[in-house]
């Protein structure tokens, strides 16, 4: 295939931000995982909500709804002192997409609030995308297909033309359900924890390339 020739404007990236784009999953971890001791007395909370938007977390763990409120403070305050560095090669490799007319877009659990936080810290953030779709958009959080398929209907890309990158089981079984390609990040989980539910792992974006995601969809 001649890279420099290939008409790349039907092919759609859909990138996870904590733990994909952003190497922020080891400190919500942390914030998650007290929650779940203070609140609901068990540990191991932190890994198992990976994924889940802020409104599933209370559904599924949270009857009481006097506490949201109190959570949620407590999490944007957390968000705001949280530290925003890049996974290695990220932006280098979604500049590379950007600039060979791949389209793109960040398809996230977290809310419009915390992603006011991400721009205020990295300004240049929106313009690296195409789209960028936050919780409210869809009804189903992670692990139903429904944010993915989101993805593929706002650039009226076809599923097989989708390669969704992604870190935490929710959204891997998400891109998984969605019927793409999935490119596994092994920046949460053990590589051999999510190679069932990737096409391909990677450890970061340092040696992945517009090349190497060509031969993720065309495998």
Not at 99 to 107: D, I, Q
Request: glycine share 6%; proline share 4%.
């Amino acid at each position: 295939m001649q890279i420099n020739t290939f008409d790349f404007s039907n092919i759609a990236a859909l990138f996870d931000l904590d733990g994909v784009i952003l190497d922020t999953e080891s400190q919500y971890t942390i914030f998650w995982e007290q929650v779940g001791l203070d609140y609901l007395g068990k540990s191991g909370f932190g890994t198992l909500i990976k994924g889940q938007t802020l409104v599933n977390i209370f559904q599924n763990h949270f009857p009481d709804k006097s506490q949201h409120e109190k959570i949620t403070k407590a999490l944007y305050d957390f968000e705001a002192n949280m530290n925003l560095p890049y996974i290695p090669g990220a932006k280098e490799f979604i500049l590379a997409l950007k600039k060979a007319g791949v389209k793109l877009a960040v398809v996230t659990s977290s809310n419009q609030e915390k992603m006011a936080n991400v721009y205020k810290k990295i300004p240049d953030f929106p313009s690296l995308f195409d789209k960028i779709l936050t919780a409210e958009m869809f009804a189903k959080g992670k692990p139903a297909p429904d944010c993915y398929l989101l993805g593929a209907k706002v650039f009226q890309a076809d599923i097989k033309n989708c390669v969704v990158f992604e870190d935490s089981f929710h959204g891997l079984e998400a891109g998984r359900s969605a019927g793409m390609k999935v490119v596994g990040l092994a920046t949460t989980n053990p590589k051999e924890k999510i190679a069932n539910l990737s096409d391909i792992v990677i450890n970061d974006f340092t040696n992945f390339t517009l090349e190497k995601m060509l031969e993720v969809l065309e495998n």
